[in-house]
């Protein structure tokens, strides 16, 4: 099993669409859980940090289960700009190892 | 300010041949990583730098992967005896607090091992 788990997708969504990506994490000690965007051929940039009491910024809203150990994004009036890669990074305690899930692509159409 | 920088931006070599590739922290950071990202994949931890504590190495695929990092900024990633494999993107990222804070990316190396 890997140590973050996220559907690939893609999803294809109009715009205006509210949308939810999800991410299981395999480590219950892990600490910090962050949603990375990557637009095709760049680097990754920070979205969001996700905290325990579940965080919204504008249009997106990322939420923590730690009975579950999952994490979610959602986003809400999908824009075209919106698409991209969100990629689902969790890190552990004690060593610092940071785990990158293979991210769930996004479509956002007119 | 300046961001995190890489060198080369692209970089093709033959099967077997050494390579190095170069990272320029944004200044002031105290952590730095490395990443390796398989087309259509994604990232693969490397290898980690905090302050002047060991690095952690856990990451690294074989013993043909090493890196170091002078005096605290400026980091080395080298392939020894590059393969086929090896092709990818090699991203590095600094961070200021170690712990939860963003890590910042460069631009990445494209690694062609022919």
């Known amino acids: 099993r890997k140590e973050v788990e996220q559907d690939p997708g893609p999803f294809n969504v109009p715009e205006g669409a509210t949308v939810a990506f999800n991410c299981t994490y395999s480590?219950?000690?892990?600490?910090?859980f962050f949603w990375y965007r990557q637009d095709c051929r760049k680097e990754p940039k920070l979205l969001m940090s996700?905290?325990?009491s579940g965080n919204e910024d504008g249009r997106f809203t990322a939420q923590l289960n730690r009975a579950s150990q999952y994490i979610s994004l959602l986003i809400r009036d999908s824009k075209l700009s919106d698409s991209a890669t969100y990629l689902c990074?969790?890190?552990?305690?004690?060593?610092?190892?940071?785990?990158f899930g293979a991210g769930t692509r996004l479509f956002v159409k007119a | 300010g300046a961001g995190v920088s890489q060198s080369p931006s692209n970089k093709v070599t033959e099967k077997g041949k050494d390579v190095e590739l170069r990272c320029d922290p944004i200044?002031?950071?105290?952590?730095l990583y490395w990443y390796r990202q398989s087309l259509g994949q994604g990232l693969e931890f490397l290898i980690y730098?905090?302050?002047?504590?060991?690095?952690?190495k856990s990451g690294l695929p074989s013993d043909r992967f090493s890196a170091e990092r002078t005096g605290g900024s400026v980091s080395t990633l080298t392939i020894q005896r590059t393969q086929q494999e090896d092709s990818a993107v090699y991203l590095c990222?600094?961070?200021?607090?170690?712990?939860?804070?963003?890590?910042?990316f460069g631009p990445g190396t494209r690694l062609t091992v022919l």
């Open positions: 996700v905290y325990s």
């Open positions: 990222a600094s961070s200021l607090v170690l712990v939860t804070n963003e890590q910042f």
């Open positions: 200044s002031g950071h105290t952590a």
């Open positions: 480590n219950s000690a892990s600490q910090s």
């Open positions: 990074v969790v890190k552990g305690t004690g060593g610092f190892k940071t785990i």
């Open positions: 730098f905090q302050g002047n504590s060991a690095p952690d």
